[in-house]
């Protein structure tokens, strides 16, 4: 009964080169989220998709940045040109239901930019 | 944005003490979980609540949904060493959009001394 998958676990960017962070839902979870958690703090959200849909990116910065969830594979979180501020824990989660409840999330991928 | 105030910021602790720790919001919130992280790894769910006033345990694990649904604690009895860790709060208002996604407090590090 596998969780929710995160590749990878760990990435090195140089700045201005592309960062593409996977995320595989649990079986069965049609809903995902992506957090962001700078050292020493809380995860901050990001963005939320379903399937083909993104339902809220009011957490997400208006450049650079770019999420998708294909009816097909895992959830794709894109950075471009990465900038050092960009180094960060993210994470995924996935729900069942988008409404409210529990979520589950991933093992994360830390992005280090160079 | 939203901000989840969670105290306190650490703790230290000798083994087989009780830990309490709370969370409080300037606003209301549907649901409460509580979550804790390993170094390197991500959020593991602890505990949810869906009710105000609602009192929940997991083992040695305790957490209530304050009547005013601004505020929840986690209670922690006997605490062992595999305790150590960092707990968070989260808050989740309701709705299909932007309702599901989680708040996170700034975290309470927990450390046990054998």
């Known amino acids: 009964n596998a969780g929710v998958m995160q590749n990878p676990r760990h990435l090195v960017r140089r700045r201005g080169q592309e960062a593409r962070l996977r995320c595989s839902p649990m079986?069965?979870?049609?809903?995902v989220y992506w957090y962001r958690q700078l050292p020493e703090e809380g995860l901050k959200f990001m963005v939320y998709l379903q399937k083909e849909n993104i339902i809220d990116e009011s957490g997400m910065p208006k450049e650079r940045f770019s999420a998708e969830f294909p009816k097909e594979g895992p959830s794709i979180l894109r950075i471009q040109q990465v900038v050092r501020g960009d180094s960060a824990a993210y994470f995924c989660a996935s729900a069942t239901t988008g409404d409210y409840g529990e979520q589950y999330f991933g093992p994360g991928t830390r992005l280090t930019v160079t | 944005g939203q901000q989840l105030n969670q105290s306190p910021q650490s703790m230290f602790i000798q083994e087989g003490e009780d830990v309490s720790m709370n969370c409080t919001s300037s606003s209301i919130f549907n649901t409460w979980l509580w979550y804790k992280q390993d170094p390197g790894e991500g959020p593991v769910l602890l505990i949810a609540?869906?009710?105000?006033?609602e009192l929940t345990s997991n083992g040695r694990l305790t957490a209530q949904f304050g009547i005013t649904r601004k505020d929840s604690f986690l209670n922690i009895s006997a605490s062992i060493p595999s305790d150590v860790g960092i707990y968070f709060c989260a808050g989740q208002k309701a709705g299909k959009t932007s309702g599901s996604r989680l708040t996170f407090g700034e975290g309470t590090q927990l450390t046990v001394n054998p």
């Open positions: 609540l869906y009710k105000a006033g």
């Open positions: 079986k069965g979870h049609s809903h």
